[in-house]
Nanobody, 124 residues
C-alpha cells in the first residue's frame, strides 16, 4: 500500500535551517508529482511547494519563496524540503503528499495520499 513517512522535524531557532525528508513506498514514486503542505497551530492547511515527477519543475508558495527548496531523489524514493532562514511563523506540522493525477509526473495539485506529518517548531 502507499506509504509516506516524513522525518527531520524539530525545534530550531529563528534564522536556522532544517531539511525534511519523506520516504515513499508502495507505488512508483517517480511517476507522480509530490508536495509539502503544512498546518500551523489552530489554522488550516497551507500548501508550501510542489515538484513534478522528474524534478524538473517546482512551485513554491510566496510565503516561503527564496527560503524553502523542494527536491526529490527518485532513486531513493524520497522527497525533501530544505528550509532556511526559518521564522516563528513557519512553525507547523509539515506533511508530504502524493499527487492524485496521472502517471506522467505532472502536477495537478490534487493530493490523494498524505504522510503522518513532522513537527517543526521555530522558537528562541
Amino acid at each position: 500500500q502507499v506509504q509516506l513517512v516524513e522525518s527531520g522535524g524539530g525545534l530550531v531557532q529563528p534564522g536556522g535551517s532544517l531539511r525534511l525528508s519523506c520516504a515513499a513506498s508502495g507505488f512508483t514514486f517517480g511517476s507522480y508529482s509530490h508536495a509539502w503542505v503544512r498546518q500551523a497551530p489552530g489554522k488550516g492547511l497551507e500548501w508550501v511547494s510542489d515538484i513534478d515527477g522528474e524534478g524538473g519543475r517546482t512551485y513554491v508558495a510566496d510565503s516561503v519563496k527564496g527560503r524553502f527548496t523542494i527536491s526529490r531523489d527518485n532513486g531513493k524514493n524520497t522527497l525533501y524540503l530544505q528550509m532556511n532562514d526559518l521564522k516563528p511563523e513557519d512553525t507547523a506540522v509539515y506533511f508530504c503528499a502524493k499527487d492524485g493525477g496521472d502517471q506522467y509526473g505532472r502536477s495537478y495539485f490534487e493530493y490523494d495520499y498524505w504522510g503522518q506529518g513532522t513537527q517543526v517548531t521555530v522558537s528562541s
